[in-house]
């Protein structure tokens, strides 16, 4: 076990090991019960260019329809307007067609998934090695039944948070689960679970806020001596806290630190270094799905979208631009948007294409940021104090 924390520690949010330069591990993939190979190169630059809008999205907003409920009550919601008992109503199939009732259907009796917490109960350090990191565990599953959109107030949802309250345990330390464990990307997405399906997560809030860096923002590395915040455990723990924030209002500490931390990527541009202005790591750019721990500029604009539905929320940042900007040129002539790319490891079932090929769920979430960011434009941006001074 002394093994499996240490692996743990060392890479929940940081890139996994590579063969040689430019061939990642990390790529590879595999369902369960089926054998992967061993190790795969990046998937293929995608060419992109910058394209007129399209002229009648009909079309893709068609595609989008044409597909599982977790995607469709979302087009229904946030592209078309459909008045809420609609969605709503879509949204409930989650629990019984599709993707989310597949996922339901992998739990186990005792209310966790593959047996364990972060880690599956057979995970064996030499297929992090060979495969990648796992995605089947309990942590994971929750955090996509609720990106897929499980209603949090229906029977299977609160069987799933009651059992998994009384069995899970951390990998780290056998902490409960909902109690949170070490590392501040877990313990953001855990927050973010637990707010959205009803579960009191504020001692984890607590923690969050008193673990911000100097900086303004998270990184789970910080406990092996780091000082400075990543992209990637920010906008985990944001993600929590605006969760946190729309379930329970937050406290005026939870929110003044989602703020830092927004104001970390922002004086970023959500993707270059602080320090010369170069792009901090070109992932940033390539749009990954499922998110997983990973962070990309598409997954922090939605996050910016998100947080602007809360009430009171101020306008888009002007220095959002140049990342909206590059999701704009990604689009393809079609319309739709290309998956950049998919977590090696272990999962239960696909849920997206291959890397390069139109994605749904990467096209949904650009289609909803670009239509808040074109709203936004004819009520004027919130600018930062560096660009009112230009």
């Given at each position: ?7 743990k520690?060392?890479?929940c949010?940081?890139?996994p090991?590579?063969?040689k ?24 630059k ?11 999205p009909g ?14 009550w ?17 949204r409930?199939?989650?629990?019984t067609e ?11 009796e ?27 565990a309990?942590?994971?599953?929750l955090?996509q ?14 069987r ?12 780290h ?13 877990i313990?953001g997405r855990?927050?973010?679970d ?5 579960v009191?997560?504020?001692?984890i809030v ?5 673990e ?14 780091s ?25 005026p ?12 990527l922002?004086?970023r541009r959500l ?6 202005g ?8 390539r ?7 990973y ?7 939605d996050?910016?979208r998100d ?8 306008p888009?940042?002007?220095?959002l ?18 998956l950049?790319?998919t ?7 696909d ?7 139109p ?12 239509e808040?960011?074109e ?9 930062s ?6």
């Amino acid at each position: 076990m002394r093994i499996l924390k240490s692996t743990k520690r060392t890479w929940c949010c940081t890139t996994p090991p590579t063969t040689k330069r430019g061939h990642s591990t990390a790529h590879t993939r595999t369902e369960v019960h089926k054998t992967a190979p061993s190790s795969a190169q990046w998937p293929a630059k995608v060419t992109v260019t910058r394209l007129a809008p399209v002229a009648d999205p009909g079309p893709v907003i068609a595609w989008l329809l044409d597909s599982d409920p977790s995607i469709r009550w979302q087009v229904m919601r946030d592209l078309l307007d459909a008045p809420e008992p609609e969605w709503r109503a879509e949204r409930a199939k989650v629990e019984t067609e599709g993707w989310g009732a597949r996922l339901l259907s992998y739990e186990d009796e005792d209310g966790q998934w593959a047996g364990g917490a972060f880690i599956p109960r057979d995970f064996d350090f030499k297929e992090w090695e060979e495969v990648g990191q796992p995605w089947t565990a309990t942590t994971y599953a929750l955090s996509q039944l609720r990106e897929l959109g499980l209603d949090p107030t229906s029977e299977r949802a609160r069987r799933a948070v009651e059992l998994v309250g009384a069995n899970a345990r951390w990998d780290h330390a056998g902490q409960p689960y909902w109690e949170g464990e070490v590392e501040e990307c877990i313990n953001g997405r855990t927050v973010a679970d637990g707010a959205y399906f009803g579960v009191d997560v504020s001692a984890i809030v607590d923690r969050l806020v008193g673990e911000r860096l100097d900086d303004g923002g998270w990184n789970c590395e910080r406990a092996n001596g780091s000082l400075r915040s990543s992209f990637a455990t920010t906008i985990n723990v944001l993600e929590g806290l605006l969760e946190y924030e729309r379930a329970t209002g937050g406290t005026p500490e939870s929110r003044e630190a989602r703020m830092s931390g927004e104001g970390y990527l922002l004086e970023r541009r959500l993707f270059r270094r602080l320090s010369t202005g170069e792009v901090a790591d070109a992932q940033f750019l390539r749009f990954v799905h499922p998110s997983r721990w990973y962070y990309d500029i598409l997954r922090a604009l939605d996050y910016f979208r998100d947080a602007g539905t809360l009430a009171g929320a101020a306008p888009p940042d002007g220095r959002l631009d140049e990342a909206v900007s590059h999701v704009r040129a990604r689009r393809l002539e079609e319309g739709a948007w290309p998956l950049g790319w998919t977590p090696a490891g272990r999962v239960w079932f696909d849920v997206d294409g291959a890397a390069g090929e139109p994605s749904r769920w990467v096209t949904l979430r650009a289609m909803r940021v670009l239509e808040w960011w074109e709203d936004a434009r004819s009520s004027g941006f919130t600018k930062s104090a560096e660009d009112r001074a230009r």
